[in-house]
C-alpha cells in the first residue's frame, strides 16, 4: 500500500485517498468550438506517462481536499506533493527518475475516476 | 522446419523411452535484417497474431519481437477465464468468434491447451445485478451466445461450495452462467502459439525490446530500432498490453489508453473441490480452480496507473473478504502467492484491433481486465487486419476513431462493476 503525504495532513495511507487521474486537464474555455477530434482528446486521451506522472488524489477519507502529486509510475514513488492550483514543482537531480517520460508532467486532468475494474 | 507431433501415443512412446528425445519446441534464431512483418510483443495475442499470419495468409517472412520472455507478461498472470456472454452486438461477435477457436485450438496447434467449458457463473447481488445480467441473458440469446438465468438453489447445485443464506452482507439471488465458458492453461496457451509460429518458419525473438520506430518520408512504416538492432518491416503490428502507449508514442501514436496493475493470487493446491468459475463484478471475487489444485482468484485493479507490475495488498483483501463470505469453508485455506500484472484499459473497456494513422502501424490493445478470452480470435482478426491491411469485419467497430466519432461499444456501463 503506498503511502502518501496529503500536503494538509501528512503521511497517510493509501486506503484514505481516491485517485483523480492525470493533473492539469483544463476544460477547453470554448467548447462549442472544438472539432470532435478535439474533444475527444480531452475526454478520453490520457499521457499514460511511463515516467514521471503529474496526477491528482483526493484525501476523501480525511480532510477531504484535492492536492496533485508526482510520481514515478516506474517504481510508484512519490517524488513530490503539491497544492491544487500550483506548478508542479521542479525535481531534484536525486528525485529525477532513471526512465525518461513519455509526455511528462503535461498539462492536463479533468473527472476524477477510480475505476475498480472486473477481474478477466 | 518439421516438429515432433504430440498425441497420446508419442507420449506413451516417450514415457517408456525415459523422456529422451524430445525436441526444442521454438528455434532461439537471431534477427533478420527484414520482414515482411513484426509484431511486438510476444504474448498469447502476439504469438497467435504470428501464426494466423503465417496460417492463413501466408507471411512466413515474419518476426516475433518481444522486450521478456514469451508468455511472461499478462498471458502468464491472468486467471485464465474463457466467456463471450458480452451484452453488446460487436463485443459478442467477437468474443464468441474467440471461443469457437477455443473449442478446436489443441486440435489446431497439436498442443494441449487445457482448455475446459467447465461454465462461468456470474453472480447477481442486488436488484440492479438481476436486472442487468437478465438483459445480458436475453442479448446473448439474440446473438446466439449461450446464457442462462439461475436461481440461487440451481446456482448452488452448478456450484456446491457456494452460500445462497440470507445471512451475507452481499446475498446471492441469482446467476448468470454460460455453459460454454471456462478456463485453459495461460503458458501452454503461449507454447502452443509459439511452437505452431515457429514451425511455421515464424522468428521468435525474445530479449529484444522495441526501442525506436523509423518511418520513411511518406511518413509509413520503415524499420523497428531494437535493443538487439535495427529491423526493417513494412508491417508492424504492435501487442503489447499495458505498455502499449510507450510504444506507439514511438510512433507519435496517441491511443486512450490508462495501463494499471490487476493483481491475482492462488492457495496452496487441495484435491478437487470447485467445479467451475465464479464471478461476482459487484463484490469483485474470481475464482477458479486450476488442474494442478490451486484456487485462481481475481482481485481488481489498483486505484492508480503504474507500470510496476505490483499492487497494493489491500487489493488482495478486499477480495478474500468476499471469496469468504460466498466460500465459507475457503477461509482456512493459506494463499501461495500473489503478483500483478499491468491492464492497458480504454474509456469503453472495449479494445482496439485496428490500423493506425500511420501506413503499415497496426495496434491491438486495450483489453484492459479481460484479454485473455479473447486471445485466439483477438489474434485471428488482428493477423487479418494486418495481412490486408482493412478490418476483418468482426473488428471493423474497433477502431481508435469510434472516441471521436462516438460510436463506443460501452462494455463498462454494461459490465455492472461497481466502478
Known amino acids: 500500500m503506498l503511502l502518501i503525504a496529503c500536503p494538509y495532513c501528512g503521511e497517510r495511507p493509501e486506503i484514505e485517498f481516491s485517485y483523480g487521474g492525470q493533473a492539469h486537464l483544463a476544460r477547453p474555455p470554448q467548447p462549442s468550438q472544438l472539432d470532435d477530434q478535439a474533444w475527444a482528446e480531452f475526454l478520453y486521451m490520457r499521457s499514460n506517462t511511463r515516467g514521471v506522472y503529474a496526477e491528482r488524489w483526493r484525501h476523501s477519507r480525511g480532510c477531504g481536499q484535492f492536492f496533485n502529486a508526482l510520481r514515478d509510475t516506474t517504481t510508484d514513488h512519490f517524488l513530490a506533493v503539491y497544492k491544487r492550483g500550483e506548478a508542479p514543482p521542479p525535481l531534484s537531480d536525486e528525485a529525477q527518475p532513471t526512465l525518461s517520460s513519455e509526455g511528462g508532467p503535461t498539462p492536463a486532468a479533468h473527472e476524477p475516476t477510480a475505476p475498480r475494474e472486473r477481474s478477466p | ?419
Open chain 2, 1 to 419: 522446419m518439421s516438429k515432433q507431433s504430440f498425441s497420446g501415443l508419442s507420449l506413451i512412446w516417450r514415457s517408456l523411452s525415459k523422456h529422451r528425445g524430445w525436441q526444442t519446441q521454438w528455434r532461439k534464431p537471431q534477427p533478420k535484417a527484414r520482414y515482411d512483418a513484426v509484431i511486438v510483443g510476444g504474448g498469447g495475442h502476439g504469438l497467435g497474431a504470428a501464426y494466423y499470419l503465417a496460417k492463413e495468409h501466408g507471411l512466413t517472412n515474419i518476426a516475433v519481437l518481444e522486450k521478456g520472455w514469451i508468455g511472461g507478461g499478462n498471458t502468464g498472470r491472468n486467471t485464465t477465464i474463457i466467456r463471450s456472454n458480452y451484452l453488446f452486438n460487436e463485443s459478442a461477435a467477437l468474443y464468441d468468434h474467440s471461443v469457437k477457436l477455443w473449442e478446436n485450438l489443441s486440435q489446431a496447434l497439436n498442443y494441449n491447451v487445457m482448455f475446459s467449458p467447465r461454465g462461468v457463473m456470474m453472480l447477481a447481488h442486488t436488484v440492479h445485478d438481476i436486472q442487468v445480467f437478465k438483459r445480458h441473458v436475453h442479448a446473448n440469446r439474440c446473438n446466439g451466445v449461450d446464457n442462462e438465468w439461475l436461481d440461487p438453489v440451481q446456482a448452488k447445485e452448478f456450484c456446491p461450495p457456494l452460500n445462497i443464506e440470507d445471512n451475507i452482507r452481499y446475498p446471492v439471488l441469482g446467476a448468470a452462467l454460460q455453459r460454454r465458458g471456462g478456463t485453459a492453461r495461460h503458458d501452454a496457451v503461449a507454447w502452443g502459439y509459439a511452437r505452431a509460429a515457429d514451425a511455421l518458419g515464424v522468428d521468435i525473438i525474445e530479449n529484444c525490446e522495441v526501442t525506436g520506430i523509423r518511418r520513411n518520408a511518406g511518413g509509413a512504416v520503415e524499420a523497428l530500432e531494437t535493443s538487439r538492432g535495427v529491423i526493417h518491416s513494412p508491417k508492424v503490428g504492435v501487442s503489447a498490453a499495458g505498455h502499449t502507449s510507450v510504444i506507439m508514442a514511438l510512433a507519435g501514436v496517441h491511443v486512450p489508453l490508462e495501463s494499471y496493475p490487476l493483481q491475482a493470487l492462488v492457495s496452496e493446491p487441495v484435491k478437487p473441490i470447485f467445479p467451475c468459475v465464479v464471478m461476482s463484478n459487484t463484490i469483485h471475487a474470481y475464482i477458479s480452480q486450476s488442474d494442478k489444485g490451486e484456487l485462481v482468484i481475481g482481485a481488481g485493479t489498483d486505484a492508480y496507473t503504474s507500470y510496476t507490475q505490483r499492487g497494493a495488498l489491500h487489493v488482495n483483501t478486499h477480495t478474500l473478504d468476499a471469496i469468504c463470505e460466498l466460500f465459507p469453508n475457503f477461509r482456512r485455506l493459506r494463499m501461495l502467492r500473489n503478483w500483478g500484472g499491468i491492464v492497458d484499459v480504454t474509456p469503453d473497456r472495449s479494445p482496439i484491433i485496428a490500423k493506425t494513422p500511420v501506413p503499415g502501424l497496426y495496434v491491438n490493445c486495450g483489453w484492459g481486465t479481460g484479454g485473455f478470452k479473447a486471445t485466439p480470435g483477438s489474434a485471428h482478426v488482428f493477423a487479418w487486419t494486418i495481412a490486408r491491411d482493412e478490418p476483418h469485419p468482426i473488428n471493423a467497430p474497433f477502431t481508435i476513431e469510434r472516441f471521436r466519432d462516438g460510436y463506443l461499444i460501452d462494455e463498462a456501463a454494461a459490465a455492472a462493476v461497481a466502478h
